[in-house]
């Protein structure tokens, strides 16, 4: 439930943000059945007071992997005779196909989804969706015409409601699935704002900044996330990390071994 306008007191419109560029920097989503039941609002910042909850046995779907850039939403105030209401459009590219996504997206038709996102300007995260009514999904599938084009599908994912999107005040992402791998593996030319590496599976991770121009494709403090494998999904994992260096030249995840991947952003 939102809580009434006046009990959070109006301040004056200014910008604020610490960066101004747009797009989504990471995303999650799941499906509202999964969810159990709604957060709570803090009555001081109006936010979210904790993160959504999930049902047993459901997962985060995420984080989505796309090409930076390709992601972003717009939501707008509407009018009709009942008061304002909000319309969300969230869209995102996904270029190239595979059988097994293919089939994947085809299968979302008549879902309706909740979605966590990253912002980049504000560097802060939002939900979009609830318990009871989620985002339709719609995707084109383009195979583009010879082979000069790019094939690309293009998802859209849209919600008119009575409440707008929420702020979290923050998002752990405990339950989440990432995205398959494609077997077998076609060669790819590397992206350069997203790095892939595995567990050191007899011991700890370390991994050198200073090579495969690292530094220039993350700095020296790139977002990572580290995910380990219970033998059947991958889940977000809850390890040290400890740098080596002013500013750092390696990063050392401490896994102890067994399976799981590591991501640089």
């Not at 419109?13 to 995303?27: E, H, K, Q, T």
């Not at 909850?53 to 005779?81: D, I």
């Not at 300007?121 to 609830?130: D, L, R």
């Not at 059947?232 to 400890?242: A, D, F, K, L, W």
């Amino acid at each position: 439930m939102l809580l009434p306008r006046t009990l959070l007191p109006h301040q004056t419109f200014a910008l604020v943000a610490d960066s101004y560029n747009g797009g989504v920097i990471d995303w999650y989503y799941t499906f509202t059945e999964n969810i159990n039941g709604w957060p709570k609002v803090d009555a001081t910042t109006g936010f979210l007071a904790t993160e959504p909850q999930l049902v047993s046995g459901a997962s985060w779907y995420g984080p989505v992997s796309l090409p930076n850039g390709s992601t972003g939403f717009v939501q707008s105030t509407a009018r009709n005779k009942a008061g304002n209401y909000y319309k969300t459009k969230f869209e995102c590219k996904m270029p190239g196909f595979a059988s097994n996504n293919l089939q994947n997206l085809s299968n979302s038709a008549g879902k309706q989804f909740v979605i966590v996102a990253r912002l980049r300007s504000g560097n802060f995260w939002v939900v979009i969706g609830n318990n009871k009514k989620g985002l339709e999904f719609d995707n084109e599938a383009n195979t583009a015409q010879g082979a000069k084009a790019a094939a690309i599908n293009k998802i859209t994912l849209s919600l008119e409601s009575a409440k707008p999107l929420q702020v979290l005040p923050s998002f752990a992402g405990i339950n989440s699935i990432p995205p398959i791998s494609i077997a077998p593996p076609a060669p790819v030319i590397p992206r350069i704002d997203y790095e892939e590496i595995d567990f050191n599976t007899s011991g700890d991770t370390v991994i050198d900044l200073t090579i495969n121009n690292r530094i220039g494709r993350f700095t020296n403090y790139p977002i990572i996330e580290v995910y380990e494998f219970d033998g059947t999904i991958y889940r977000i994992g809850n390890m040290p990390i400890i740098t080596s260096g002013t500013p750092p030249t390696s990063i050392t995840v401490q896994n102890a071994g067994g399976a799981g991947k590591i991501i640089l952003k």
